[in-house]
């Protein structure tokens, strides 16, 4: 046994001997994006298999534990002809042979390293060590020495990437004695410049974005002229968009002596509404001696064959195009009751264990994808906060965090106590795919839809877990979205046990965590912002998927007897409409600055606005609803509605 396993040993020493594996290269920090980080590594001999070998980074901050956070087994990896491996971001140019996702190597105080071994021998939080240990490298960006990191790796250096104060990327780069220097960073290639000269080949149009029916110039470009044809082939298909998309040839060749090929790809303009597409340029096989300096170039296609819906936006809004598919005998059992049996029957009814549906927070893209899609273009959402459309293609989780949209609690997180639970949030498994709740799960409350809004991503951060009231939005916003918000916070406070809205702004260190302010805000915004078909539509697609509804969207009024003048009052779906129901007339916002929306369901007429004086000073005919312009001194004043020989008066406040 002892000379079998001393044979082992003899032939691991000699093949690694042979073709010592050692960090080459390393690129931890790409100002402000972290897309171009890398680590290259090297063997001794050119085309070098790394089987058995296994990359290993680890953490070396207080709360990481000089422990393992990323491994990659590589098995099946080999170097190339100047023994270069190379491991990097998504805009790292040459291509890396094996891609991460951006932001994936942190800055440091932390360490690179290569082990005997695969990648089970490191499972997360792996504290650092030298058996098997290859190589490693320890590495900064101006932060003070881990000494306990060095002592675990065996080494006496930490590098620092930051030692010229250069505010532009440099890379930490080993030098032919082993020792390192910090310079502008040379990825695919030997850092002293030596070695086998790639020619670079790169893709690029001069749009990323076409509408179907368009032509699309591909160019196809090499660093020098090549010496006889190139011919390669590409792929251009990707998940939706399919080769009935397009006509057009796939193989490509770049003439002797030229650098340069242009390919055109026709887009079919089809009459089917597929939804915008994305077009992902990939190259196939490269012949030797090539390297690609980018690839997977992605062209939004933008289908113009989008339908636009019957109902308005909420800045524009409509009302009564949209039923509720709420049953008939939805709400029976709030018949006759009031305070806390309202409440209570409500919640009976939306948190039901035995109907109601959850979802994982990752359905909750498909679900707002649908909820909150725009009327105005079904291949967009309407965005909370900002009032604008978006792509639905530019979820943030798809695409960079710029310009694109995401998730938002309107009932902050951290103010909640619920977040992402791993097991159950990370699948999206569709509408079949549920967990039954109940009025005590909390955690629900993360992936629930009727709390949660499709948002601009960087609103989002601006509203943070703020308080409604101390957030009103963005600037110059109309505030269509605000009784939106309110009636969702009201589902979410009766559906939940655990959570609360007050008045006034609870102070996070007065253990009121579980406490979002601001009541009297939120009942105004209800109040001047009602439901419309907007939200009503969205109530009817979140009830297909949770089987429960917003009863403040169907049922308005319930909020006055929960919350606001009617508090105490035994709540009916039959009473008067002077009483319980929305006005003939009402008008909104109420207070109002340059405009005031009138909604008057079915009806037309002629409406004027006076002073307390008496004197006219707007006049304008109506037709359901119509907005009034104003133009106006802060104050109080009039409004007759004239409507089949009867009038019916209003007061305005300018603000």
Do not use: C
Not at 159 to 187: A, F, H, L, M
Not at 256 to 275: L, P, W
Not at 301 to 321: L, R, Y
Not at 416 to 433: C, L, N, Q, T, V
Request: glycine share 8%.
């Amino acid at each position: 046994m002892k000379n079998i396993y001393f044979l082992v040993l003899t032939i691991l020493f000699s093949h690694f001997s042979f073709g010592q594996v050692v960090i080459n290269e390393l690129d931890s920090d790409t100002p402000s994006t972290d897309t171009q980080e890398f680590i290259e590594l090297k063997s001794n001999t050119p085309n070098f298999s790394l089987d058995g070998l296994v990359l290993v980074l680890f953490n070396g901050s207080a709360s990481g534990g000089d422990s393992s956070y990323f491994t990659l087994d590589l098995d099946g990896y080999t170097t190339d002809i100047n023994g270069i491996f190379l491991i990097g971001g998504p805009e790292v140019s040459p291509v890396p042979d094996f891609l991460l996702f951006e932001n994936t190597i942190q800055n440091g105080a932390d360490a690179v390293a290569i082990y005997l071994g695969n990648e089970a021998d490191f499972p997360e939080g792996t504290v650092a060590t030298t058996t098997n240990l290859l190589d490693a490298l320890i590495h900064d960006t101006d932060d003070a020495d881990d000494t306990g990191l060095m002592t675990l790796l065996g080494l006496m250096e930490q590098i620092n990437e930051d030692e010229n104060n250069n505010k532009t990327t440099e890379s930490i780069q080993r030098k032919d004695d082993g020792t390192y220097e910090v310079k502008t960073p040379t990825p695919g290639a030997l850092n002293d410049g030596s070695g086998v000269q790639f020619n670079g080949i790169m893709i690029s149009t001069s749009l990323d974005e076409y509408n179907e029916g368009d032509s699309i110039d591909i160019v196809f470009t090499t660093e020098m002229n090549v010496t006889s044809d190139l011919t390669f082939d590409v792929i251009i298909t990707n998940e939706g968009f399919m080769t009935s998309d397009y006509s057009g040839s796939t193989s490509v060749t770049i003439p002797t002596g030229m650098n340069t090929v242009i390919n055109t790809i026709q887009i079919v303009d089809d009459s089917d509404d597929e939804g915008d597409e994305v077009m992902k340029i990939t190259f196939g096989s490269i012949p030797l001696g090539f390297v690609r300096l980018n690839d997977n170039k992605e062209v939004r296609i933008t289908d113009n064959d989008f339908t636009v819906a019957s109902w308005g936006t909420p800045v524009n809004p409509t009302f009564g195009n949209v039923a509720s598919t709420a049953p008939v005998d939805y709400y029976n059992p709030l018949e006759g009751l009031a305070d806390t049996a309202l409440v209570q029957a409500i919640q009976d009814i939306v948190a039901d264990p035995a109907t109601v549906r959850t979802h994982s927070y990752a359905d909750i893209v498909e679900i707002l994808s649908s909820a909150d899609q725009s009327p105005e273009n079904s291949n967009q959402v309407w965005l909370l906060y900002t009032e604008q459309n978006r792509a639905k293609l530019d979820f943030a989780g798809f695409t960079d965090a710029s310009d694109s949209w995401n998730r938002e609690h309107t009932y902050p997180r951290s103010r909640g106590e619920f977040g992402d639970y791993r097991e159950f949030d990370d699948i999206a498994d569709g509408m079949s795919g549920f967990f039954t709740t109940n009025a005590d799960s909390l955690r629900h409350a993360n992936s629930d839809a009727h709390g949660l809004r499709a948002t601009d991503s960087n609103e989002n951060s601006s509203r943070g877990n703020q308080h409604y009231g101390e957030y009103n939005g963005p600037a110059a916003n109309q505030g269509s979205w605000k009784g939106d918000v309110a009636r969702g916070i009201f589902f979410l406070v009766t559906r939940y046990n655990a959570l609360q809205v007050v008045n006034g702004f609870p102070d996070d260190t007065d253990n009121t965590i579980s406490e979002l302010g601001d009541l009297a805000t939120l009942l105004d915004w209800h109040r001047n912002d009602p439901p419309d078909d907007f939200e009503m539509n969205r109530n009817n697609i979140i009830y297909n998927w949770q089987f429960n509804r917003n009863p403040f969207i169907d049922q308005p009024s319930l909020v006055e007897y929960i919350w606001g003048d009617n508090i105490g009052q035994t709540w009916s779906n039959t009473l008067s409409v002077n009483e319980n129901e929305r006005p003939e007339f009402s008008v909104y916002p109420n207070p109002a600055s340059d405009y005031i929306t009138l909604l008057a369901k079915g009806k037309h007429g002629d409406v004027e606005v006076f002073d307390t004086l008496g004197n006219m000073l707007v006049t304008q005919s109506f037709n359901e609803t119509t907005r009034i312009h104003l133009n106006l001194s802060a104050g109080l004043y009039l409004m007759r509605i004239y409507h089949d020989d009867t009038s019916v008066m209003k007061r305005i406040i300018i603000k």
